[in-house]
Nanobody, 123 residues
Framework: QVRLVESGGGLVLPGGSLSLSCAAS????????MGWYRQAPGMQRELVASITTSGRTTYGDSVKGRITISISRENGKNTVYLQMNSLKPEDTAVYYC???????????????WGQGTQVTVSS
């Protein structure tokens, strides 16, 4: 069983900063990429940022220059971090952790999702 456990999120003032983290654990053979998506009310889910286990990053156009994604591996657990700076009210959304991974050698990779964490940017 694969688990993605998210932490962070909450209420922050415009211009403020916030950090999110997501730890992947369980029966995982290999991870291809981990990342964060977000979904605001009435909007489609969109990519915030993603990172491969080799460190290649991709950022959504609306967050470039304000958000940094990183990944670490300790004690067999992969954790992805999202550092968000200069936050704007339009960054308000539910943020979901994503991991594309295989659970056994030779198996097809699938996307797994966290439960989501609310980020609200408001004065």
């Amino acid at each position: 069983q694969v688990r993605l456990v998210e932490s962070g999120g909450g209420l922050v003032l415009p211009g403020g900063s916030l950090s999110l983290s997501c730890a992947a654990s369980g029966s995982i053979f290999s991870i291809n990429v981990m990342g964060w998506y977000r979904q605001a009310p009435g909007m489609q889910r969109e990519l915030v940022a993603s990172i491969t286990t080799s460190g290649r990053t991709t950022y959504g156009d609306s967050v470039k220059g304000r958000i940094t994604i990183s990944i670490s591996r300790e004690n067999g657990k992969n954790t992805v971090y999202l550092q968000m700076n200069s936050l704007k009210p339009e960054d308000t959304a539910v943020y979901y952790c994503n991991a594309n991974l295989a659970v056994v050698a030779g198996a097809r990779s699938f996307d797994y999702w966290g439960q989501g964490t609310q980020v609200t940017v408001s004065s």
